[in-house]
Structures are given as structure tokens and as C-alpha cells.
């Protein structure tokens, strides 16, 4: 449904995509995941025909961006960055124009706005003006507009900012209603928000695709260490070396409180035993231990900050410990 | 419903819920009307003075009040037309919604030509308000209608230029304000090539920077001249305008 072949994006002085590529099958649902400023908007800008692609092709329910750009608005659902309303209409003549641009009429326009209204949960506002509404509603207008011609692609750029919670898994539970029957590309920098709706996840960062693939298998894939959070009551000066020089132990951080260390141990390989031990002979005064997983957040910390050159540490130390105490 | 037609129609609701239109129309009436007044009191103390000189008058209500007006009329629209332009682009581009427009199945030449037949719908309710005011002279006095009828055409097809400067001036920037003034600024400048021409003389650059002022044109209308090369020129650079509008819709997307 949607092929997105070797484009790039570049602005007068910076690149904001670079070669990026990926592809969205029939039915699938596919979450864009990248921290502010990755490049997510001006992907989702190029798909949507509101901007071409400086190199590349992108072939979205059939038709080039590029060369079709009408046949490609026809079929697609846009939902941009801010939900693209007119504060002086209500809901429904807001929904009317929308579906006349489209070329929607009579019972057909009167159908679809009806499922859209009672789909998202409008119809209490449908004779209010806009302007009125809160940013969640607007969202959800927003996402009624998209929804409203019953697109076979959806693209919807960050489509759960200014919900409250509850109103987020309504929308993600609708686009999980979505999936099957419509392609959907979704942006966001919420993990949750990808694992919870998405069936792939595209990792970008600084404008390169840096991993693809299902939430599970990414998590599992960047595995490559396993951690240990060990506190200690009375840490000598040389724990450190003493603690890396135990089997499996690469590499020993010291962060936050004195006498907290994180270990950075090989894959595979408890050294949790290990540490205990030293810890005990030592004399240290051994107050906890506990093995940290990598969760899909760290994952995401790590592909998208080590991109930029910062310190593993930094994704150590926002690393938050598993419940399994040792 | 065409998009065309939809757009036209959101855009005169538009129009008519802020009050814009309300503030600017009224002001444009109340204007136009105490002008006419001002003439018709002072083509009255004329008409006094002759009476009282030749014991007979017969004034010409066609110069002193329909001429005057007329000639006011290029000023006061010159001021009013900008504001009621200047939301046209600039608004959907700051409240982000040029990106769902443009996104939308339909061609950029039709949100071009939506925005600018509703403005101008406006533009025409408005001029077609003043239109009591040549029947109630009517009522009172003998005036010859070709030169009012012309003049009106002049109107439209002023007003209609006009407009079409505002809707690339809104096309060209996000803010309302500098739309605004961009597009007061480069009519003021249409109208004083006029004057930049006749400092020229009778020299072909003259004359064709005379050509590209308005007010020649204009002038021919309101005397009751109707000339093809007139309306040429209306009917051209009201294209112009809005054919760079389109261009400047379409590369804001490149940006």
C-alpha cells in the first residue's frame, strides 16, 4: 500500500530525511518512531502530497506522489501535526466541508459523517463551534476528517497528543479496529503507543532509518548487555576495578547516589552470583542487587542517542530496573 | 456541490461569523454615503448660486455628485479591500490548516479561484448596498444613467483587481497584518505609476507605465468611455494576480 523507496528531503541548509526507505503492506498497521525533530513529519508530509521528496519515490495505494498526487489524495486519510480545524465552523459543517472537498453528497456525505461522529464519540459537540472545543476534542475532529471518506491508507501524525488516557486507548483501539481493512502509518514518540497498536516499528533518527522490525524482535534483537543495579553500604576506592574484573563484568558505572553502581555484564551471562560474593568477602555491606532488562524504551533511547554520539551511560542510568529482585 | 463551490461556501460562512465583514461593510457604507451626501449638498449650494446669478439652474449631477464619488470610490476601496482579503491565505497557513488543504483531492487552481469568487462575493453585496443611492437621486433628479452603469462596471472590475492583489498578498505570508499592508502597498504603488508615467511625458516608457496604472483605465469607465482596451487591462492583470497566487500557493509546499 505504501512504497517508500531511497527518499531524502533536503531544506536549504539541512537534511531532514536521508535516504529512508520502508513499506507498509495492505492492512498493515506501522508505527514511525523517532524522537521531535527526526524527521517523522516531513516523511509523513512527502506521503501525504503535501510536499515532494528531493530524491526518491515514494508510491503510496498505487500512484506516485510525485507524478499522481491527486489519485494519492484521494485515497489517503491525513492527519497532520495539528489537527487541521476551522475555529469559526462547527463540527458538523466543519465534516461537510471536508467531505465535499472529496467529493462526497447528499446520503453518502450525511452517512459517513454520522459514523465518523458516533465513532469518535462527537455527537454531544456535533452543533459546536470549534474555537470552543478542548485539544482533545480537536484531535478527535481531526481524526473524524481524516477518517471521513473511509481511505484505504491512513496517515496520522502523532494522532494520540492531547488526549487525556482514557481517550488514548479509545484511539488506539479504533486504530486497531482500523488495521485489516486499512493501511495505517502512524507517527509517534510514545513507545507504549507502538507496541500497544502496531504490528512493525520503523525507528528513525536524525533524519536515517536506524531499525525495523516487530516491537518484540527489536527489543530481543538490541538485547546486547544485561545490567545490574548493586547498592552497596560501604563501597571501598577500588569496588570499581574489583567489580570489573569480576567474570562477564564489562564495564561498571557509578551514577547518582554514592554507593550505587551499574554493571554492564555480557550477554547471556548472570553475574549476579559473582557480585554477591565479592560484595560479601569484601565487606562492602551489600544492601541490594538486582538485574535491569532492557525495555522497548531504552532501546529506543539507545538507537536514537548513541545516533547523536552521547554515552552509553546515559541509557544505563534512565534504564528502569525489572522486578526481579535477586 | 463542486469544491469550488464548497470552498465558497465555507468561506462566505467564514466571512459572516467574524466580524470582519460586519465592521469593514459598514464602515465602507457609511462612508460612501456621507460622500454622496457632501456632493449632493454641495452640487445643491451650487445650483443655489446659480439660481440666484442666471434666476435659472441646470447642474449636472453626473459630474458633481457621480464623477466624485466615483473617483473617492478607488480610495476607499484601495483601504477596505486588503482587510477583507488578508485572512484568505495567511489564516490557513497560521492555524495549520493550508496543509489539510492542500492535501485535499483538489487542485490548487480551485482553491484559488474558491477564495477569491468568495471575497468578491462579498465585495459585490457590499458595492450593490450603494446602489440606493443613485435610485434615491433618482427620485429627485434627472441624471443620465449610461455613465453611473459604466462607472459601476468600473467599480467591479476595480474592485475585482483589487482583490485579486490581496489574495497574492495573503498567499505570500502567515501573517494577516503584513498581508494586509503588502497588498495597500503595491496598489498604492499601481496607482502612483499613473503618476510616474505622466512625469515621463508622451514617451513610450510613459505611456507604458501609465498602461500599467489603474487609474486611466478606471477614469474611461467612469466617464462612460467602455473601451475593450480597458477591460483588457482588468481582465488581464486580474489574471496575472491570481495565476501568481497559484504559483506561490504551490511553491510554499517546497519550503
Redesign the interface.
Given at each position: 500500500m505504501i512504497e517508500v523507496q531511497q527518499i531524502t528531503k533536503r531544506y536549504a541548509h539541512h537534511t531532514a530525511i536521508d535516504r529512508v526507505s520502508f513499506s507498509v503492506a495492505k492492512g498493515e498497521v506501522l508505527a514511525f518512531l523517532g524522537p521531535n525533530g527526526a524527521g517523522k513529519t516531513t516523511t509523513m508530509r512527502i506521503l501525504s502530497c503535501f510536499m515532494p521528496a528531493t530524491e526518491g519515490k515514494a508510491v503510496v495505494a498505487g500512484f506516485d506522489c510525485a507524478d499522481q498526487p491527486l489519485e494519492v489524495k484521494r485515497r489517503i486519510g491525513y492527519l497532520p501535526e495539528t489537527p487541521p480545524v476551522y475555529l469559526e465552523l462547527t463540527v458538523t459543517e466543519y465534516l461537510q466541508f471536508v467531505g465535499r472537498l472529496r467529493g462526497l453528497s447528499g446520503k453518502m456525505l450525511t452517512s459517513s459523517m454520522q459514523r465518523e461522529i458516533e465513532r469518535l464519540g462527537l455527537g454531544t459537540i456535533q452543533h459546536r463551534l470549534i474555537g470552543n472545543l478542548s485539544r482533545g476534542y480537536r484531535q478527535r475532529v481531526g481524526l473524524a476528517q481524516a477518517l471521513l471518506h473511509d481511505p484505504q491508507v491512513l496517515i496520522l501524525d502523532e494522532p494520540t497528543v492531547g488526549l487525556d488516557p482514557k481517550q488514548i486507548i479509545e484511539i488506539r483501539e479504533l486504530i486497531k479496529n482500523l488495521a485489516g481493512s486499512h493501511s495505517v502509518i502512524l507517527s509517534t514518540h510514545i513507545l507504549p503507543e507502538a507496541t500497544a497498536v502496531c504490528q512493525r516499528v520503523v525507528i528513525i533518527s536524525g533524519g536515517r532509518i536506524v531499525a525495523e522490525d516487530t516491537p518484540e524482535q527489536l527489543a530481543a534483537r538490541l538485547r546486547q548487555s544485561e545490567k545490574i543495579s548493586l547498592t552497596l553500604k560501604s563501597p571501598a576506592p577500588d569496588t570499581d576495578r574489583l567489580l570489573k574484573s569480576v567474570q562477564g563484568v564489562q564495564n561498571v558505572f557509578t551514577s547518582g547516589a554514592p554507593g550505587t553502581f551499574l554493571l554492564e555484564c555480557e550477554l547471556g551471562r548472570d553475574a549476579r552470583e559473582e557480585v554477591a560474593r565479592l560484595a560479601v568477602t569484601s565487606g562492602w555491606g551489600l544492601l541490594e542487587l538486582k538485574a535491569i532488562s532492557m525495555t522497548l524504551e531504552d532501546v529506543f533511547l539507545h538507537l536514537t542517542r548513541t545516533e547523536e554520539g552521547l554515552a552509553q551511560g546515559a541509557v544505563a542510568a534512565t534504564a528502569e530496573p525489572a522486578d526481579q529482585p535477586a | 456541490?463542486t469544491?469550488v463551490?464548497?470552498?465558497i461556501?465555507?468561506e462566505l460562512?467564514?466571512y459572516f461569523?467574524?466580524p470582519v465583514v460586519y465592521v469593514v461593510g459598514s464602515m465602507f457604507l457609511l462612508i460612501v454615503g456621507l460622500l454622496a451626501y457632501l456632493y449632493v449638498v454641495f452640487a445643491g449650494a451650487q445650483a443655489i448660486q446659480l439660481m440666484q446669478m442666471r434666476g435659472s439652474a441646470q447642474i449636472n449631477l453626473n459630474d458633481l455628485v457621480f464623477r466624485n464619488l466615483f473617483s473617492s470610490m478607488r480610495f476607499i476601496l484601495l483601504i477596505i479591500l486588503p482587510i477583507l482579503t488578508m485572512r484568505l491565505f495567511a489564516e490557513e497557513r497560521k492555524?495549520?490548516?493550508f496543509?489539510?488543504?492542500?492535501?485535499?483531492?483538489?487542485?490548487i487552481n480551485e482553491i484559488v479561484a474558491g477564495k477569491f469568487m468568495s471575497v468578491l462575493l462579498v465585495f459585490l453585496g457590499l458595492l450593490g448596498l450603494t446602489g440606493f443611492l443613485p435610485l434615491v437621486l433618482a427620485l429627485f433628479s434627472d441624471f443620465n444613467w449610461y455613465p453611473v452603469l459604466t462607472g459601476y462596471l468600473g467599480l467591479i472590475l476595480l474592485g475585482a483587481l483589487f482583490l485579486s492583489v490581496g489574495v497574492l498578498a495573503s498567499a505570500l505570508t502567515e501573517n494577516q497584518i503584513v498581508a494586509a499592508f503588502v497588498s495597500f502597498g503595491l496598489l498604492l504603488v499601481l496607482w502612483l505609476l499613473a503618476d510616474v508615467g505622466s512625469l515621463l511625458g508622451d514617451t513610450a516608457i510613459g505611456q507604458a507605465i501609465s498602461y500599467l496604472s489603474f487609474i486611466e483605465h478606471y477614469d474611461h469607465l467612469v466617464r462612460g468611455m467602455v473601451d475593450t482596451k480597458d477591460l483588457t487591462y482588468f481582465v488581464s492583470g486580474l489574471a496575472l494576480m491570481l495565476f501568481l497566487s497559484h504559483r506561490v500557493v504551490d511553491s510554499t509546499?517546497?519550503?
Amino acid at each position: 500500500m505504501i512504497e517508500v523507496q531511497q527518499i531524502t528531503k533536503r531544506y536549504a541548509h539541512h537534511t531532514a530525511i536521508d535516504r529512508v526507505s520502508f513499506s507498509v503492506a495492505k492492512g498493515e498497521v506501522l508505527a514511525f518512531l523517532g524522537p521531535n525533530g527526526a524527521g517523522k513529519t516531513t516523511t509523513m508530509r512527502i506521503l501525504s502530497c503535501f510536499m515532494p521528496a528531493t530524491e526518491g519515490k515514494a508510491v503510496v495505494a498505487g500512484f506516485d506522489c510525485a507524478d499522481q498526487p491527486l489519485e494519492v489524495k484521494r485515497r489517503i486519510g491525513y492527519l497532520p501535526e495539528t489537527p487541521p480545524v476551522y475555529l469559526e465552523l462547527t463540527v458538523t459543517e466543519y465534516l461537510q466541508f471536508v467531505g465535499r472537498l472529496r467529493g462526497l453528497s447528499g446520503k453518502m456525505l450525511t452517512s459517513s459523517m454520522q459514523r465518523e461522529i458516533e465513532r469518535l464519540g462527537l455527537g454531544t459537540i456535533q452543533h459546536r463551534l470549534i474555537g470552543n472545543l478542548s485539544r482533545g476534542y480537536r484531535q478527535r475532529v481531526g481524526l473524524a476528517q481524516a477518517l471521513l471518506h473511509d481511505p484505504q491508507v491512513l496517515i496520522l501524525d502523532e494522532p494520540t497528543v492531547g488526549l487525556d488516557p482514557k481517550q488514548i486507548i479509545e484511539i488506539r483501539e479504533l486504530i486497531k479496529n482500523l488495521a485489516g481493512s486499512h493501511s495505517v502509518i502512524l507517527s509517534t514518540h510514545i513507545l507504549p503507543e507502538a507496541t500497544a497498536v502496531c504490528q512493525r516499528v520503523v525507528i528513525i533518527s536524525g533524519g536515517r532509518i536506524v531499525a525495523e522490525d516487530t516491537p518484540e524482535q527489536l527489543a530481543a534483537r538490541l538485547r546486547q548487555s544485561e545490567k545490574i543495579s548493586l547498592t552497596l553500604k560501604s563501597p571501598a576506592p577500588d569496588t570499581d576495578r574489583l567489580l570489573k574484573s569480576v567474570q562477564g563484568v564489562q564495564n561498571v558505572f557509578t551514577s547518582g547516589a554514592p554507593g550505587t553502581f551499574l554493571l554492564e555484564c555480557e550477554l547471556g551471562r548472570d553475574a549476579r552470583e559473582e557480585v554477591a560474593r565479592l560484595a560479601v568477602t569484601s565487606g562492602w555491606g551489600l544492601l541490594e542487587l538486582k538485574a535491569i532488562s532492557m525495555t522497548l524504551e531504552d532501546v529506543f533511547l539507545h538507537l536514537t542517542r548513541t545516533e547523536e554520539g552521547l554515552a552509553q551511560g546515559a541509557v544505563a542510568a534512565t534504564a528502569e530496573p525489572a522486578d526481579q529482585p535477586a | 456541490m463542486t469544491p469550488v463551490q464548497a470552498i465558497i461556501a465555507k468561506e462566505l460562512r467564514s466571512y459572516f461569523v467574524s466580524p470582519v465583514v460586519y465592521v469593514v461593510g459598514s464602515m465602507f457604507l457609511l462612508i460612501v454615503g456621507l460622500l454622496a451626501y457632501l456632493y449632493v449638498v454641495f452640487a445643491g449650494a451650487q445650483a443655489i448660486q446659480l439660481m440666484q446669478m442666471r434666476g435659472s439652474a441646470q447642474i449636472n449631477l453626473n459630474d458633481l455628485v457621480f464623477r466624485n464619488l466615483f473617483s473617492s470610490m478607488r480610495f476607499i476601496l484601495l483601504i477596505i479591500l486588503p482587510i477583507l482579503t488578508m485572512r484568505l491565505f495567511a489564516e490557513e497557513r497560521k492555524l495549520r490548516t493550508f496543509e489539510f488543504l492542500l492535501t485535499s483531492p483538489i487542485g490548487i487552481n480551485e482553491i484559488v479561484a474558491g477564495k477569491f469568487m468568495s471575497v468578491l462575493l462579498v465585495f459585490l453585496g457590499l458595492l450593490g448596498l450603494t446602489g440606493f443611492l443613485p435610485l434615491v437621486l433618482a427620485l429627485f433628479s434627472d441624471f443620465n444613467w449610461y455613465p453611473v452603469l459604466t462607472g459601476y462596471l468600473g467599480l467591479i472590475l476595480l474592485g475585482a483587481l483589487f482583490l485579486s492583489v490581496g489574495v497574492l498578498a495573503s498567499a505570500l505570508t502567515e501573517n494577516q497584518i503584513v498581508a494586509a499592508f503588502v497588498s495597500f502597498g503595491l496598489l498604492l504603488v499601481l496607482w502612483l505609476l499613473a503618476d510616474v508615467g505622466s512625469l515621463l511625458g508622451d514617451t513610450a516608457i510613459g505611456q507604458a507605465i501609465s498602461y500599467l496604472s489603474f487609474i486611466e483605465h478606471y477614469d474611461h469607465l467612469v466617464r462612460g468611455m467602455v473601451d475593450t482596451k480597458d477591460l483588457t487591462y482588468f481582465v488581464s492583470g486580474l489574471a496575472l494576480m491570481l495565476f501568481l497566487s497559484h504559483r506561490v500557493v504551490d511553491s510554499t509546499r517546497w519550503k
